[in-house]
């Protein structure tokens, strides 16, 4: 877990998606106002028992969480077994399910000793972000084929599929969501039965941090 800023608020805690660490948020322009706690590794489905050791270990009462893709359902998931050390929650490019069918291609990308099925993943989850994805190809995309966890990944696909959205959560919750997502459609978007702020971005897709109007 990497500590970054020193101000007043709340800590923001960054969950990053399935395939990605940490590094791909942590120095985006979107949070330089932040102080962060963000992952270093390959997000896992245990990373909530990670963040709470640390959290107790700092002395860190609350947080608020960001979590994009599979971290928001992590973030969703330590929400609600420590409702007391969350203070808000921010979902972004989540989805309310997903489907097998989905997993599997997934995972046939992931299984391609070529390197370049999860390359196609990367470049659809930057669809409308291409300064985005031209950072992160210079700077992440050989690092992240080259070591890829195909256990680790393939167990949060796992993690994926089984995963089930309580119809209800407690505290504040913004959901953020691209119009031309590909990887989390509009249609399979997250939702909730209690009151939610969503904020609807035109022009991107799973990768909307860039966007003028995105924010925490």
Request: aromatic residues 8%; charged residues 20%; neutral net charge.
């Amino acid at each position: 877990m990497i500590e970054r800023g020193t101000g007043q608020q709340v800590p923001l805690v960054l969950l990053p998606g399935w395939g990605f660490t940490g590094a791909v948020l942590k120095d985006h322009v979107a949070f330089a106002a932040e102080s962060l706690l963000v992952p270093t590794g390959f997000t896992a489905p245990d990373s909530g028992a990670g963040l709470l050791a640390f959290l107790n270990d700092h002395g860190l009462k609350r947080v608020r969480i960001l979590g994009w893709s599979m971290g928001g359902n992590i973030g969703v998931d330590f929400a609600q077994r420590h409702p007391d050390r969350v203070s808000a929650l921010t979902l972004v490019a989540v989805r309310q399910r997903w489907h097998q069918e989905d997993i599997e291609l997934t995972r046939q990308g992931l299984l391609d000793v070529t390197g370049r099925g999860m390359e196609k993943f990367y470049r659809k989850c930057f669809l409308g972000a291409k300064s985005d994805y031209r950072r992160f190809a210079s700077q992440l995309l050989m690092s992240y084929t080259e070591h890829c966890d195909v256990a680790l990944l393939d167990k949060g696909l796992t993690y994926l599929s089984g995963h089930r959205m309580p119809d209800s959560l407690s505290l504040p919750v913004h959901i953020v969501q691209g119009r031309k997502d590909l990887v989390c459609p509009v249609a399979e978007m997250v939702h909730f039965s209690s009151t939610a702020q969503i904020s609807m971005l035109d022009g991107v897709g799973h990768f909307p941090f860039s966007h003028v109007d995105f924010s925490v």
